[in-house]
């Protein structure tokens, strides 16, 4: 299993910058695939990003392509969202997920989330 704990959330100002950080404990870290998905308020849960175990293959949801970035340190358990150029329409509960199955479904292991605002 997999335990993960979401920090860096927080508000920021239209255009500026925030980095998201995913830390997950157990041992086999390094042969999930791991994503990031949102909820904004009155809204399905949407797929953000996914990166696969070995960092080499990413996946983005288009309304973030070229502006958020995600990485991953197998060595620190931990899994990033590099977020610039945010809009307000980025605002929302940001989730860390894990999948053994693939970048873009199969996700079985839930963070609790951390919140992002986006002010205009």
């Known amino acids: 299993q997999v335990q993960l704990v979401e920090s860096g959330g927080g508000l920021v100002q239209a255009g500026g910058s925030l980095r998201l950080s995913c830390a997950a404990s157990?041992?086999?870290?390094?042969?999930?695939?791991m994503g990031w998905f949102r909820q904004a308020p009155g809204k399905e849960r949407e797929f953000v990003g996914g990166?696969?175990?070995?960092?080499?293959?990413?996946s983005y949801a288009d309304s973030v392509k070229g502006r958020f970035t995600i990485s991953r340190d197998n060595a620190k358990n931990t899994v990033y969202l590099q977020m610039n150029s945010l809009k307000p329409e980025d605002t929302a509960v940001y989730y860390c997920?894990?999948?053994?199955?693939?970048?873009?479904?199969?996700?079985?292991?839930w963070g609790q989330g951390t919140r992002v605002t986006v002010s205009s």
């Open positions: 997920a894990a999948s053994g199955v693939g970048i873009r479904d199969g996700y079985d292991y």
């Open positions: 157990g041992r086999t870290f390094s042969s999930y695939y």
């Open positions: 990166i696969s175990w070995s960092g080499s293959r990413r």
